[in-house]
């Protein structure tokens, strides 16, 4: 139940911040998991008489549906109580998911196509909306306002896990077929974890706008955006193409560890540039490697480990880029945006990979996109960035 008193705690590991951490990591585990096991029914099912640009079209759609509801969150959220509306959002979830499977299992062709398409639109729909009261509003009420760029920077790292531990838990649990009911109970474990996490309580705005940016996009953070878009669009190529395989994701987790270790005990008193300019070294260098060395055991190991240094580095600091370049109120607006801008790119980068189902094309589209992200973070965004943060 909501409480109308704000706690004080001590520390930032207190038992609401650790569970909301952990629904965190749940609902983008849940989400990734959906999304492998939907391209892996696909397959089994031989696509049910869709083109693959159709099937393509299906896995990523979801990227688009993460905006739909944004502009109308900062009302809910007013009108509201949160953590209602945070719940519903992951219901409606499962439902979606339902609808999906089942179609996914029972249709062919065109109606097949149709309900699929808007299932995973409005799946995406309803993440987005829990994703951004999460980010944007929970973790930030919780939490002192001394330790909320802490608090902000450390839930994110749980639910960048998610993109290694969702298909790796697709490919080592009963769920290669969707209609497996493993992803069910964890929506199931989802719910029951934020019914029990304390919410401050805060009266209900009558008086809020129906639809604004607040809580949604960061107008400022354009350019930022443009430039974590390509580096996003790699990892989700190089995910998609290794749905079915458990190396990839085991070796993308241990790479992700070791970027949260750099961040701490290497980086953290680094130029501001060198994050991001090794992240797109080290992708770069396992782009290189697919490229010219695919197939070979070490290769197959290495890369990964690239892959998720690589992204960690960037997508830690670009996080704390977003934060400092907020105005004031703003943060939760930057968390929303980081988080659509890292999302867009991997259901960009699944659209890619589904439909182009080339390796040595995706690699080489990937490597482009690379050394173009570095070129334009050095040459244009970190001296942009530099003129217009504000903290």
């Given at each position: ?43 089994f ?12 079209l299906?896995i990523?759609?979801?990227g ?6 944004g ?24 439902l979606m998911?339902i ?6 299992s ?21 993440f987005?909306l ?9 973790v930030i ?9 802490e ?13 290694a ?14 209609e ?7 929506y199931?474990?989802?719910?029951l ?15 809020g ?29 190089s ?5 079915h395989?458990e190396?990839f ?15 701490i ?18 992708i ?11 197939g ?41 945006s980081?988080?659509?801008?890292w ?8 659209f890619?990979?589904?439909w ?18 570095l ?17």
């Amino acid at each position: 139940m909501d409480t109308q008193n704000t706690p004080i705690h001590i520390r930032l590991w207190h038992r609401d911040f650790w569970l909301l951490a952990i629904v965190n990591l749940l609902m983008s585990t849940i989400v990734y998991m959906q999304l492998s096991a939907l391209g892996n029914a696909m397959t089994f099912y031989d696509g049910d008489g869709l083109r693959t640009i159709e099937q393509a079209l299906i896995i990523s759609i979801y990227g688009l549906g993460i905006f739909i509801l944004g502009p109308y969150c900062h009302y809910l959220l007013q009108r509201y109580q949160r953590k209602r509306v945070c719940q519903l959002s992951v219901a409606a979830m499962a439902l979606m998911s339902i609808v999906v499977s089942l179609a996914a299992s029972k249709m062919h062709g065109y109606p097949l196509f149709v309900t699929c398409l808007l299932g995973m639109f409005w799946y995406g729909a309803f993440f987005g909306l829990a994703q951004m009261i999460i980010s944007s509003t929970l973790v930030i009420d919780i939490t002192e306002s001394a330790q909320r760029t802490e608090a902000n920077y450390t839930s994110a790292w749980f639910r960048r896990f998610a993109i290694a531990i969702g298909p790796l838990l697709t490919i080592v649990a009963p769920v290669s077929r969707i209609e497996e009911p493993v992803i069910l109970w964890l929506y199931v474990a989802t719910l029951l974890l934020i019914s029990i996490i304390r919410i401050p309580f805060k009266s209900p705005d009558d008086n809020g706008h129906v639809f604004c940016f607040d809580r949604f996009i960061m107008p400022q953070g354009i350019h930022l955006t443009l430039n974590l878009l390509p580096v996003t669009v790699v990892l989700g190529m190089s995910v998609a193409m290794a749905f079915h395989n458990e190396i990839f994701f085991i070796q993308l987790a241990l790479g992700l560890a070791l970027a949260l270790l750099a961040e701490i005990f290497v980086f953290v008193n680094a130029d501001l540039q060198s994050e991001f300019i090794s992240g797109g070294i080290l992708i770069t260098g396992a782009l290189l490697l697919y490229i010219f060395r695919s197939g070979i055991p070490v290769v197959e190991h290495l890369a990964p480990v690239l892959i998720g240094i690589g992204s960690g580095l960037i997508g830690g600091r670009m996080q704390l880029f977003f934060n400092k370049l907020a105005h004031h109120c703003q943060r939760g607006t930057a968390q929303s945006s980081f988080f659509l801008s890292w999302e867009l790119g991997i259901a960009i980068g699944f659209f890619l990979a589904l439909w182009l189902d080339d390796f040595h094309l995706l690699d080489s589209i990937g490597l482009v996109l690379i050394v173009f992200a570095l070129m334009l973070y050095h040459f244009y965004t970190h001296p942009w960035y530099l003129k217009h943060k504000n903290r």
